[in-house]
Structure formats: C-alpha cells, structure tokens
C-alpha cells in the first residue's frame, strides 16, 4: 500500500507558476513509476505528466509540453509538477499517482494509486 498526498495547489494568476508536490509513503517509493492526473469540473480526468522510477524518462501531454515540468526525489520520497505560464484552462483538481509496473502510462486505470488530490485555480 502507498498513501500519497497532494499539495502546493491554490488560486494564481494567469501568467503565474506554482509547483505542486506529493509526497508518498507506505511501500519503497522508488519501485513506482509517478504520474500527475487533472480534473476539470464536468470533464473527465485527464494525463499531465509521468516519470519513471529512477527519474530518468518522463512522458507529457502534449498540452502541457514546455509549460509542465515533472521531477522526483527518491530521498524524499516525493513527486514534483512545476507549472509555469499558467491559463485559465489549467483549472482542476489535481491528482498524483502511483504505478507499480514502472511504464510511463498516460491512462488513468494504469495506477494503482492516488492521492486526493489539489486544487490549482487560476484566474484570468
């Protein structure tokens, strides 16, 4: 079992960066391949960015490529996404997961796990 837990969301501005983290325990962290998920009132939920175990490959959306950066620091048992040049679009909930085969998986039903997630608004 891996509990994880979302934070660093809030209300910005558009323009604005923010990072958010999460931060995992339970099992070794480092046996998971990490992603970040997003929701959007009345939408699906949707793929941000995923990285490999060690950190060594990462897979975005192609939405958020150049604006999205995702990082992990295995000592800390942590996931970060730095998003810079924010829109009004980028609005959601959002979500980090856990995915114990190692793949870089752009699908939802791939992870095994997931934190509650965090609220990014941002204003236009």
């Known amino acids: 079992q891996v509990q994880l837990v979302e934070s660093g969301g809030g209300l910005v501005q558009a323009g604005d960066s923010l990072r958010l983290s999460c931060a995992a325990s339970?099992?070794?962290?480092?046996?998971?391949?990490m992603g970040w998920f997003r929701q959007a009132p009345g939408k699906e939920r949707e793929f941000v960015a995923a990285i490999s175990w060690n950190g060594g490959n990462t897979y975005y959306a192609d939405s958020m490529k150049g604006r999205f950066t995702i990082s992990r620091d295995n000592a800390k048992n942590t996931v970060y996404l730095q998003m810079n040049s924010l829109k009004s679009e980028d609005t959601a909930v959002y979500y980090c997961a856990a995915d114990q085969s190692w793949g870089l998986s752009p699908r939802a039903y791939e992870y095994d796990y997931w934190g509650q997630g965090t609220q990014v608004t941002v204003s236009s």
């Open positions: 339970g099992r070794t962290f480092s046996n998971y391949a």
